[in-house]
Each structure stands twice: as structure tokens, then as C-alpha cells.
């Protein structure tokens, strides 16, 4: 072995090299002591947080921090870095790198910085960090070749995988690898490429895995296997503060391979998401098979607690009742100019209420964990948007060390925000603790939709003061939902961040701007939802919008081109600022490619929504067409500015499969409960849109960008849902007078 190499840790890069010649880089931590993922180790035999390592073949392995949910994640993330390093795509191979965690002094020492897939921050996050991993890696091995070829680093270049010196001269990175390892590496940063020299940023690429997916070789964390491993699978309390009242397990104890049945009880000082989601009573077995034979032999009952007597319909009531009173909201979350003084004023008044169903997360793969435990370490596969989050709840129900915990990320069926939560993984933990055996824990499907943490219904009541020239110079919204942080450590005044945003649209936009939110009590769960808040907001200000259009008897995209109003920008409370130029672009270009200068002429029905996410935006055009009462939607497109693109086929994807997830929502789904009992267990309750329901296409357009990238994976969802139902309130305009838009959209699919 040739040893550790004694370096610099100046901007927390680290280098190794081991014997075979393989140059690794990564980003240091104070301590490095989290296992190397196996296809990284080769013979470098060390812990550390790695991204970097070149092989002497010449290959390039490229580590993933954060998990891959299906948005494409571990394709740019190593483009990034391979772009930087100029590696020759063809020779480059992606790993997932699992929890980074080292022991500092018993505390936990995060090695890759935050870890979260699905959450549209991973772009943002690595642009700088990744691309120095890269430049680095690209540096050393531009030093190890001039010491070999007798000329400055500086007279030369690189290019797939081989640096080249001016005579044409070449060496591979892999013959390099060994001496670059053995360099100390710059005290100074290491200059980052111009983006004239990007060859693999903003150019397209298929999907890493997408060869194993399609043949069906990409292993999920249910694929995963320890050789003594026993199954456990659920049967949860429908009431999420109730009580198990009478269980008989002699029938399912009778079956061949059922090994054991344990009760599971939530712990009430733990918040939501980290602790067992409902009281459970577990069926241990040899096999999935058995275990849900078991399971269907308990005979079981329950007993409710405050719960029993909720429902969503009497949830509507109340939220519809508080935004039509005269009641203090929750929270005042932004207040600006003098709505009342304005309203005192009104050349023009305009009314309009929106209701939204619970929705619940419905993720492909359903919620699950592979668990290996004895008193000195942990070892789990689960399907997580955010490891470093199962880690501590591990580490709770365990009480390890913090370098005694690996967590194993494989690719995960779909995360939506679900896998932000962990109550899955307790139970896992709590299980294998006692059966003192690895053990795999499954929920079956009435489980995952039955006992979820969903995202709230909401009521929004919106008032807007149009002067005489058809401006809007006030505008009032009240929301009323039950929060997602409940329970969960956010102070009172601060319940509203998961509802509501203080930046979004038209703050800023409108002088005299107010926006209330008030707070529901509920027993069922709460937590992230895919698009939050935005999805829901965007909805019903896009709708309102295009109420005062027609109201003013106006093209909504004048509307909505009115508001936005010149190029600017608008500073954001917290920092930032809102480029209305790139907002109204998107919107343009969606209304020109779908022949917006149409609309009125058109026996179809078009519909506008546009929105602002994180420093992106997004606009949608929908064109519907009614044959009788049959609904077709006849074309789809949306715009997006997401600043640099680091993968355009990449990105195109993204926002298709997130507009279709839109339409899906608005088309078919909602979660109700009767007597405190969700209805919903089954595909077939809870049905997602079949490929007849949904359009041939998703037209993308790409907006090119040059500044830092922007998250898109869910950008696309909250401009979907109130373009369809603006087109589809326009095509039956003839045929009803205005009723209440989301109840006509309803009524009609």
C-alpha cells in the first residue's frame, strides 16, 4: 500500500492513493471515518467522504451524495463534477455514496453537507462544491504530467480523460492516477472552469441507470438482501390516537414460517416522522408471503381516540367558516401598503373561494427497510429522501455511536416528500430489536395510503381591487389548512412557512398586498408533500387571476402580463429578488407556441397559469377540447428558466413526469375520511390518471440561462393544475353560467 497522503485540507478537499494507482478525491471533513462505498474502494483501503476516484484503466467512479427519487439527481450531479474534471463521459461510472457520518466526539460529523433527494435543492447545492471536487482531481493530474512530459502545468490542457501537451503529446488519466495521488495539492483554490470550456454541462444525457431500470437490474432497497433476514409486515390502528382493544394471533401463529406477533406503540415524545406512525401489530415471518398470510389471519380490534369523530367534509366546513369570519388569523404572514384603505376605494371589487382536497403521496415503491442490528453497529438499506434524518432516528432507538450507523441509499421508487419521513424506519429498528435478527420491514399498499403523512386540505378566500385603468391595487388572500409542522419543534408563529409563502405571487407585485392564514386542528398526519406550498397557492392565485380576467371581460394573458407589469426586480423578504422579465418570458412563450391569439375563436378551451420556485420559473398552456361531457386534453406546454442547464434531456424529462403527476392530482385524486378513518386503501379508491386520461405529449421549452442553476424537480407542478382548470372553465363557459371553478372541474372529470 502506498500510504495516506499528507495534504492541505484548504477548501476541505482531501486526496488518497492506493496501490493499484487510483487517484480519490473528495470533500474533507474534520473526521473521515464513514465506510468508502464498496465500488469506490478499490485498494485504497481508508475511510473518508469521497466523490473522486481514477482507477489506473482509466476509469472514473463518480460519487452521488444525494439520493436518487427519479429526478435524475445522479446524472447531473456527476456531470458536474466530470465536466469539471474534463473525464471522458464513456468511462465514467456513477455510485450512490450513502450517509456520510463520522464520530466527532460522540457528536455527528456530516461528510458531504446536507444529503436530500426530491427536494429541488440538489443543483443549487452542489454547483460550487462538486465543480471544485472536480477541478482538483483535473489539476493533480495536469501536475503528475508535467512532471512526466518536462513542461508547466500551464502550457497544458485536458480532454476526455487525458491531459495533452502542446507538441501532441498525450497521457491518460489512468497511467497519471498513481503519481497525481501522490502530490500535494495547491494551497491555493483551484480555478474553476469558464463556461465556454463546459463539454458535458448543458449538453443532453440519458439517465445513469436508465439501461438497468428498463431491463430491470437497478436494485431498490427491497431488492436488498441480508441472508438471515426475517419479514415484517404491518397492520396499523386507523385512527392515529387510537388504542389495539383485542388481538388473537393463535390463527396466524398456526402458519407455517410466522415466527412471532408484536405489538407496536407510538412514542408520544418523539415528533411526527420519527416515531411509529399509529399504534401496529406486527406479523414476523420467513418470507413476504407469510407474513401477509399472517397478517390476514389476525383478528383484530380497535379502539378510536379523539379522532373518531373527524372528517374531511367537517374539516372544509370549519376552514370555510374561519376565512368568512371575522376571526384574528393564526399568523398575518405578509401585510403590505393598506388593503383596508384600498378596499374603501374600490373602482371594482372581486370575490372568489378555493377548495382543495387532502392529497396523499401514493410513492411506486411503498415504504420499507432493511435493518441488520447488534449492540455495536447498524446497518440499514432504506429508501430515503434524506439519510441524514434516518440516521438520527436510528441512532435515538439505539443509542450507537454516530460512526456505528450506515445507512445504505439505493435508487427509491418515488419520494414526494413521503420519504422525509421516517416512521418506517423506527418500526424497522424497533422489530429487529426484537427478533434479534436482520429483518426487512414492508408496508402493503392499503397500509401506505391508509396511514400517510398527507398534505392538508385548504380553503383560500381571495379579494382583489381593480382600479379604472384594470389595475389590481389590492389584494387580500386567507387561507385556511392544517399545518404540515405540527408537532414537529416550529414555533406557533411559524406554522404557516408549510401553507403559505411570504414571497409568492403577486407579493410584490400588487401595492397593498395582505395575506392571512389560519390554522385548522386535526388528528390525521401531516408532513412534505411534493410542490408545498406552492402547488396549492399557485392553484387558486392562478385561478383568481383568470376570475378577474373574465370578470373585466379581458384576455387573461393581458391579465396576467398586466400584473407582472415592466421588467424588474422585485427584492423578496429574506433576500433575492423575482425577475418579472423572466417570468413574463415563460409565459409568453407557452401562450405563443400553444396559438394563445386564438383563444377566442377556438371551440377548445385554453388555459394560462404562470409561477415563481426558488429563483425558477414556469408557465403552462393547456388546450382542452369537450365531446359531450368527455374531456380530452389535447396539448400540454410549459416553459421553464431554471438559470444554467446542466442537463437539457435531463431537465425536459423531469418536467414532463412532474406535469403528468400535476395532472393526475387534478383529475382523480383526494383522500377523505369519515368517523376519523381515511376511505381511501386502494388503487382503485385512490386512482392514478390512466394514459387515455392524460395527453400524448408534454411539450417542453427550455429556457437557456447563464446564471447559477436552479432545483427543478417539481417546478413544473404548480402551474399545472390551474392551467387545466382555466382551460376547462373556458370550454364550458358556454354551455354553464360561473360556478365555482374547482366544483365545475370536478364535476366534468
Known amino acids: 500500500m502506498s500510504g495516506e497522503v499528507k495534504i492541505s485540507r484548504r477548501r476541505f478537499l482531501q486526496v488518497f492513493a492506493g496501490a493499484a494507482g487510483a487517484l480519490i478525491v473528495g470533500i474533507r471533513a474534520a473526521h473521515a471515518e464513514v465506510p468508502t462505498p464498496l465500488d469506490m474502494l478499490g485498494d485504497a483501503l481508508y475511510d473518508f467522504g469521497l466523490y473522486i476516484r481514477v482507477d489506473a484503466d482509466g476509469t472514473v467512479l463518480i460519487g452521488t451524495r444525494d439520493p436518487e427519487t427519479g429526478t435524475g439527481v445522479a446524472t447531473s450531479l456527476s456531470r458536474i463534477i466530470a465536466d469539471e474534471m474534463d473525464a471522458d463521459w464513456q468511462h465514467v461510472r456513477v455510485v450512490p455514496l450513502g450517509l456520510g457520518v463520522a464520530n466527532d ?18 443543483m443549487p447545492r ?126 396466524a401463529l398456526a402458519i407455517k414460517g410466522v415466527l412471532k406477533v408484536i405489538e407496536l406503540k407510538p412514542d408520544p415524545s418523539s415528533p411526527p416522522g420519527e416515531t411509529v406512525i399509529a399504534p401496529a401489530v406486527a406479523v414476523i415471518a420467513d418470507s413476504t408471503w407469510t407474513a401477509m398470510q399472517g397478517r390476514r389471519a389476525l383478528k383484530l380490534s380497535w379502539k378510536p381516540g379523539a379522532s373518531g369523530r373527524e372528517s374531511t367534509a367537517a374539516l372544509e366546513q370549519e376552514a370555510t367558516a374561519l376565512i368568512n369570519s371575522d376571526a384574528a388569523p393564526t399568523t398575518r404572514v405578509r401585510d403590505d401598503g393598506d388593503a383596508d384603505k384600498a378596499g374603501r376605494k374600490a373602482a371594482r371589487r372581486i370575490e372568489a373561494t378555493y377548495v ?58 418515488g419520494g414526494y416528500g413521503r420519504r422525509l419521513d421516517h416512521d418506517y424506519v423506527a418500526e424497522a429498528v424497533l422489530l429487529a430489536k426484537e427478533v434479534d435478527k436482520p429483518l426487512q420491514l414492508f408496508w402493503p399498499r392499503d397500509e401506505d395510503l391508509a396511514h400517510d403523512y398527507y398534505r392538508s386540505g385548504t380553503v383560500h378566500k381571495f379579494s382583489a381591487v381593480v382600479d379604472n385603468k ?83 371581460k379581458e384576455d387573461p394573458l393581458v391579465t396576467q402580463l398586466r400584473l407582472i407589469g415592466e421588467p424588474r426586480l422585485i427584492p423578496l423578504q429574506g433576500g433575492g429578488a423575482i425577475d418579472t422579465a423572466r417570468l413574463a418570458n415563460v409565459l409568453k412563450l407557452v401562450a405563443d407556441r400553444i396559438s394563445w391569439k386564438d383563444w377566442l375563436h377556438t371551440v377548445n378551451g385554453l388555459g394560462l397559469a404562470c409561477w415563481y420556485v426558488d429563483g ?37 424529462g423531469q418536467v414532463a413526469g412532474a406535469t403528468l403527476d400535476a395532472l393526475s392530482s387534478a383529475l382523480n385524486l383526494a383522500i377523505t375520511v369519515k368517523d376519523g378513518k381515511v376511505q381511501q386503501t386502494s388503487w382503485k379508491d385512490y386512482p392514478l390518471a390512466t394514459m387515455a ?51 365545475e372541474l370536478l364535476r366534468l372529470l
Request: charged share 15%.
Open 105 to 122: 466526539n460522540g457528536r455527528p460529523r456530516w461528510l458531504y453537507g446536507q444529503q436530500a433527494g426530491g427536494t429541488g435543492n440538489s
Open 616 to 652: 425558477a420559473y414556469v408557465a403552462h398552456a393547456i388546450e382542452v377540447s369537450m365531446q359531450g361531457e368527455k374531456l380530452t386534453i389535447e396539448r400540454v406546454v410549459c416553459a421553464v428558466d431554471v438559470g444554467r442547464i446542466i442537463n437539457p434531456m435531463g431537465l425536459e
Open 693 to 743: 386520461q392524460l395527453p400524448r405529449s408534454v411539450e417542453v421549452i427550455t429556457v437557456p440561462g447563464e446564471g447559477d442553476p436552479a432545483g427543478a424537480s417539481f417546478l413544473a407542478m404548480p402551474t399545472t393544475a390551474p392551467a387545466l382548470a382555466n382551460a376547462v372553465f373556458r370550454v364550458s363557459a358556454v354551455r354553464v353560467r360561473r360556478l365555482p371553478l374547482m366544483k
Open 126 to 251: 452542489a454547483w460550487r462544491d462538486l465543480r471544485s471536487a472536480g477541478a482538483l482531481a483535473r489539476r493533480l493530474l495536469m501536475q503528475a504530467a508535467a512532471q512526466q512530459l518536462g513542461i508547466p502545468a500551464e502550457r497544458l490542457r485536458t480532454e476526455k480523460s487525458t491531459v495533452i501537451a502542446p507538441d501532441g503529446r498525450r497521457l491518460g488519466y489512468g497511467q497519471l492516477a498513481a503519481a497525481a495521488a501522490k502530490l500535494t495539492p495547491p494551497t491555493t483554490p483551484v480555478a474553476l472552469k469558464t463556461p465556454d470550456r463546459f463539454t458535458l454541462i448543458g449538453q443532453p444525457a440519458g439517465d445513469v441507470d436508465a439501461r438497468d431500470i428498463v431491463t430491470g437490474l437497478t436494485p431498490y432497497s427491497l431488492d436488498q438482501h441480508f441472508g438471515d433476514a426475517v419479514v415484517a409486515v404491518l397492520s396499523h390502528c386507523p385512527w392515529p390516537d387510537g388504542q389495539l382493544a383485542g388481538l388473537d394471533s393463535s390463527a
Open 470 to 552: 384594470r389595475h389590481i391595487v389590492a389584494w387580500n388572500q386567507r387561507l385556511a389548512s392544517a399545518s404540515a409542522l405540527t408537532g414537529r419543534g416550529v414555533p406557533t408563529d411559524h406554522l404557516w412557512t408549510s401553507e403559505v409563502g411570504m414571497n409568492q405571487l403577486p407579493a410584490g407585485l400588487v401595492p397593498n398586498y395582505r395575506s392571512d392564514w389560519f390554522g385548522l386542528s386535526s388528528s390525521l398526519p401531516r408532513g412534505p408533500h411534493r410542490g408545498m406550498p406552492d402547488i396549492t397557492n399557485a392553484f387558486a392565485v392562478n385561478s383568481f387571476v383568470d376570475e378577474i380576467a373574465h370578470t373585466l
Open 356 to 413: 382543495q382536497p387532502w392529497l396523499a403521496h401514493t410513492c411506486s415503491e411503498p415504504m420499507n427497510c432493511l435493518v441488520r442490528l447488534d449492540k455495536t453497529s447498524a446497518v440499514l438499506y432504506v429508501p430515503t429522501q434524506s439519510p441524514q434524518q434516518a440516521w438520527t432516528v436510528v441512532q435515538r432507538l439505539t443509542g450507537l455511536a454516530p460512526d456505528q450507523i450506515d445507512i445504505r441509499v439505493s435508487r427509491i421508487g
